[in-house]
T-cell receptor, first 113, second 113 residues
Framework: GEQVEQRPPHLSVREGDSAFIICTYT??????FYWYKQEPGAGLQLLMS?????DRKEEQGLTVLLNKKDKRLSLNLTAAHPGDSAVYFC????????????FGKGTSLTVIP | GGIITQTPKFLIGQEGQKLTLKCQQN?????MYWYRQDSGKGLRLIYY???????QKGDLSEGYDASREKKSSFSLTVTSAQKNEMAVFLC????????????FGEGSRLIVV
């Protein structure tokens, strides 16, 4: 089945700096890609989703890059602020199992004021 | 907008006890999910259901039962609680179909004494 690796597990950046998180996946038929944010004591909240025909998507200080050749998905938070401190998860869905999301293990981001 | 409500937020039980978690959603979503979240391990799918009375096993279904009594509710039972099962259980829902966003509840923390 699909294997999703996410790194780094922990990341500290200063306010105003960028934070960069990478996920790699194994199934070349993977169709849908997601980034979720989890704040303490809360469920996961969708940040951005992309379909496999999209290489780059930008929204509100977030940039998602998809490199299908290398099977790599990344999230870049530009100009991070303390409110961005949370755990971030990538998730993917293969074409064949459209209900089954595969999640990375998460990246705990701390933004230092 | 809608909301997913998980009860209880904390569930304390004894080893060997049968324990049940409940989830309600008012999105009118077809598909509902139960995930287990362990620190440093990401989310792992226990069960999902694509409609009332439907159940599909995820990767982690052993030791659990689930029940989709009606479209809006999905319950998860730990059949015999073990101390190594202390984790956060997350309920989610989505529209049926490929690539649809997951919406999450805030989670229920299981504590086994």
């Amino acid at each position: 089945g699909e294997q999703v690796e996410q790194r780094p597990p922990h990341l500290s950046v200063r306010e105003g700096d960028s934070a960069f998180i990478i996920c790699t996946y194994t199934d070349s038929a993977t169709a849908y890609f997601y980034w979720y944010k989890q704040e303490p004591g809360a469920g996961l909240q969708l940040l951005m989703s992309v379909f496999s025909n999209v290489d780059r998507k930008e929204e509100q200080g977030l940039t998602v890059l998809l490199n299908k050749k290398d099977k790599r998905l990344s999230l870049n938070l530009t100009a991070a602020h303390p409110g961005d401190s949370a755990v971030y998860f990538c998730a993917v869905i293969p074409y064949t199992g459209y209900q089954n999301f595969y999640f990375g293990k998460g990246t705990s981001l701390t933004v230092i004021p | 907008g809608g909301i997913i409500t998980q009860t209880p937020k904390f569930l304390i039980g004894q080893e060997g006890q049968k324990l049940t978690l409940k989830c309600q959603q008012n999105f009118n979503h077809d598909t509902m999910y139960w995930y287990r979240q362990d620190s440093g391990k990401g989310l792992r799918l226990i069960y999902y259901s694509i409609t009332e009375n439907d159940l599909q096993k995820g990767d982690l279904s052993e030791g659990y039962d689930a029940s989709r009594e009606k479209k809006s509710s999905f319950s998860l039972t730990v059949t015999s609680a073990q101390k190594n099962e202390m984790a956060v259980f997350l309920c989610a829902s989505s529209i049926k179909g490929a690539g649809n966003t997951l919406y999450f509840g805030e989670g229920s923390r299981l504590i086994v004494v």
